[in-house]
């Protein structure tokens, strides 16, 4: 909602003075206005109908459930500069070793190289450290920060 704000007749400390078409003109704009709320509410709401959308197919395509929402411990720990795996790992509660023995041949040595980014890993080594920890791999790749 966007309309200009009148000039007022007067104003002190404690109160502005407006001519009465003024704020008529206000309270029109006002109770024309779109219910915001309810556009947010329906937007959030399709959002969710995608989202459960995609870990049913997700879910189809690998044989278990994957979690689709990012909880906020593994965004803090990405924003404290953990990289993605690491913050899912430590967030699944698991080693470097007990993530390798999950991920179908990684090595604990690729994962840590991975972690600390010394070598970003393969589309399959992210899909098999993805399917591990019952992720998107989406959510395992790095945002380019240049």
Known sequence: ????????????????????????AIVQNLSEAPDEDEDDIAAVMAAREDNARFAVRLAAERGNTVETTI????IRAE??????????????GWTQVQLAER???????????????????????????ARALNTPIEALIEADKT
């Open 71 to 74: 909880p906020i411990e593994i």
């Open 79 to 92: 924003l404290d500069g953990a990289h993605p795996i690491k913050a899912w790992r430590e967030y699944r």
């Open 103 to 129: 991920s179908n041949g990684v090595g604990r040595d690729l994962i840590a190289q991975i972690e600390t980014r010394r070598k970003t890993g393969s589309v399959e080594t992210l899909g098999r450290l």
């Open 1 to 24: 909602m966007s309309f200009a704000l009148p000039k007022p007749k007067a104003v002190t400390d404690d109160e502005v003075v407006l001519a009465r078409a003024d704020w008529d």
